[in-house]
Nanobody, 119 residues
C-alpha cells in the first residue's frame, strides 16, 4: 500500500511564498515521476508541475517562472516552491506519483493541502 502525505499549505498574502512537501511511503521500488496538481472550486484538477526520475520538468503555463518543483529520491519526497503567489493560485494542491513495484506501475494521489492567497 502506498501513502502520500502533503504539507505546507496555508494562507498567504499575494506576492508571498509557500513551499509544499509531499512524502511517499509504502511498497514501491521506484518512483518514475512526481506531479503537483491543483483544483479550485468548480474547476477541474489541473497540472501545476511535474518532474520525472531523470529530472525533466514541465509546468503549467500560469505558474512558469514562479513555481519550482524538485524531488529528493533518497527521502521519497517532492517539493513545490511557490513564489509571487496570486489570488488565482488559491486551490487545493494534490501530489501524485507514478510509483512502481517490480514491473507494475500505478498512479497514487495524496489527500491534498489547501493554499489560500489573499489579495
Amino acid at each position: 500500500q502506498v501513502h502520500l502525505v502533503e504539507s505546507g499549505g496555508g494562507l498567504v498574502q499575494a506576492g508571498g511564498s509557500l513551499r509544499l512537501s509531499c512524502v511517499a511511503s509504502g511498497a514501491m521500488h521506484s518512483i518514475k515521476a512526481w506531479g503537483w496538481y491543483r483544483q479550485a472550486p468548480g474547476n477541474q484538477r489541473d497540472l501545476v508541475a511535474r518532474i520525472t526520475n531523470e529530472g525533466d520538468t514541465n509546468y503549467g503555463d500560469s505558474v512558469k517562472g514562479r513555481f519550482t518543483i524538485s524531488r529528493d529520491n533518497a527521502k521519497k519526497a517532492a517539493y513545490l516552491q511557490m513564489n509571487s503567489l496570486r489570488p488565482e493560485d488559491t486551490a487545493v494542491y494534490y501530489c501524485k506519483i507514478n510509483g512502481c513495484s517490480g514491473f507494475r506501475c500505478s498512479d497514487y494521489w495524496g489527500q491534498g493541502t489547501r493554499v489560500t492567497v489573499s489579495s
